[in-house]
Structures are given as C-alpha cells and as structure tokens.
C-alpha cells in the first residue's frame, strides 16, 4: 500500500540492526518512517541515508566544538541546526560561531544560537564579514575592560554594553 518496492523494503531491514530485538512491528515503523519522508525507493532510502550520515556528522563537529563530554545528537541540536542553515549560515559559519561560544559564553547550543541569531541580525553571514565583525568587537571589548577595570567592575561585555559604549 504504500509503495515500497522489494529492494527499498531489503534495505530498510537493515536498519533493525540498530535495534537489541529486531522486529517485524519495528521494520513497519522505520518503513512507515521512510513513508511519511515521501522515500519509498531503495535509491531514495540510501540517498536519504546517507545524507542523515553527512548531517549526523555535521551535528557531532558542532558539539566537538561546543566542547560537550556526551556527544548525543538530539532533536532540539537537529532543529538548530536546521535553522542556522536556514538563516544563511554555511557549516563552517556554525563552526566559528561554536568556537566563539565555546571561548567566550560557555558550552551551550542555545548560546551558539544566540550568537548566529545576532550574527544575522547585523547582515554578517559570510565567513570573512563574520571575522571582520568579531575583530570589531574585540576591539570595542578590549576597551570596554578597561572601563570595567577603571570602575572596580567584574563582568563580561556584553552586547548591551557594546552599545551602550558605542553610543
């Protein structure tokens, strides 16, 4: 009924593996998995298998980054990671802001979120526009600890305060 040829349904089995107790009743859920994708031919389930590799590799470079001790690949780290892609933003792009996060913010996704989102919003999402961004904020963070430090102030600069220091 839904159009699995037997080669797709073959390849698909191979997928049970996965499982401690391989199935019938879990091959009906990867197959109805496989459906509900729109991929129901044996090149289309390989194709999509191995574009999941790719992302699944993607996905376990930006939690390196990050720097996590588990590296599990979560829906939530799958949707922001969809979403960085969808504001424009190449791996590499994602990498650096990781690497930014990991530095300066801490070892989280959803402050590596953060950053890309206002990457964004200041119109930088290319790789040298990004860096020539970064080195202006180091410049305005560098003198901003010094006003900290003139002030008996013990903080991180935040955005806030870049601005305000702008302004």
């Known amino acids: 009924e839904w159009g699995f040829t037997q080669d797709a349904v073959l390849l698909a089995m191979s997928d049970t593996t996965a499982s401690l107790k391989p199935s019938m009743k879990y091959l009906d859920a990867i197959l109805k998995s496989y459906y ?29 980054v990050l720097k996590y001790t588990r590296k599990r690949i979560t829906p939530e780290l799958e949707n922001l990671y969809a979403s960085w892609s969808e504001m424009g933003f190449t791996h590499e792009c994602i990498l650096l802001a990781c690497e930014q996060t990991a530095a300066n913010m801490g070892r989280s996704a959803k402050k590596a979120d953060a950053l ?20 202006s904020q180091n410049k305005v963070d560098k003198k901003m600890q010094q006003v900290f430090e003139c002030a008996g102030i013990s903080k991180v600069v935040s955005e806030a305060d870049r601005k305000n220091y702008i302004k």
């Open 36 to 64: 509900e994708k729109g991929v129901t031919s044996s090149t289309g389930i390989d194709a999509y298998k191995r574009s999941q590799a790719s992302l699944n590799e993607q996905l376990l470079s930006v939690l390196e």
């Open 116 to 135: 890309l989102k206002e990457w964004k919003d200041a119109g930088v999402t290319e790789k040298a526009d990004i860096l020539k961004y970064i080195r």
